[in-house]
Structure formats: C-alpha cells, structure tokens
C-alpha cells in the first residue's frame, strides 16, 4: 500500500492512520528512521533493547556488552 503525504515546514510528516494501524503504530510510540540516497525507511522500535545494535557506543565501550549488562539486570516492564 501507497500513501502520499506531505512535509511541513519543520520537516515533520503525518503519517496517515490506515499506515499507523497496518504496523501498530501509536501516540507517543517510537519509530526508527533508516535513510538511504533515494528513499527514508520507518519501522516502529517495539522497546530501547532493539535500538542497542544501531547504536554507536562511546571510544571503548561495547554496546552488545551493555545490552547483555542491562538484560541481566533490569527488568523489561
């Protein structure tokens, strides 16, 4: 399915209901941008665990090892 939308002038796009409901999109839920050179991708990001892997951590610091850390230790809610 196609929709066509537009761009306002602070760069933000509405993203029509029928495409919100089709992927589980909702108010204040996430989504993660992915650009290429003739096309810009949006998947809805289900919880900040799946994000770690598209992080880039700080010099000397191991995302995966933080995501591992943090599965460990915190409980998802």
Known sequence: MQVITTI???GQVTIPKIMRD???LHPNGRV???GDQDKVVLMP???FLEMIPFMNAPKGKNALKAREYMAKHYRRV
Do not use: D, E
């Open 8 to 10: 306002t002038q602070k």
């Open 22 to 24: 089709i992927v589980g």
């Open 32 to 34: 993660r941008v992915v």
């Open 45 to 47: 990001q289900r919880n």
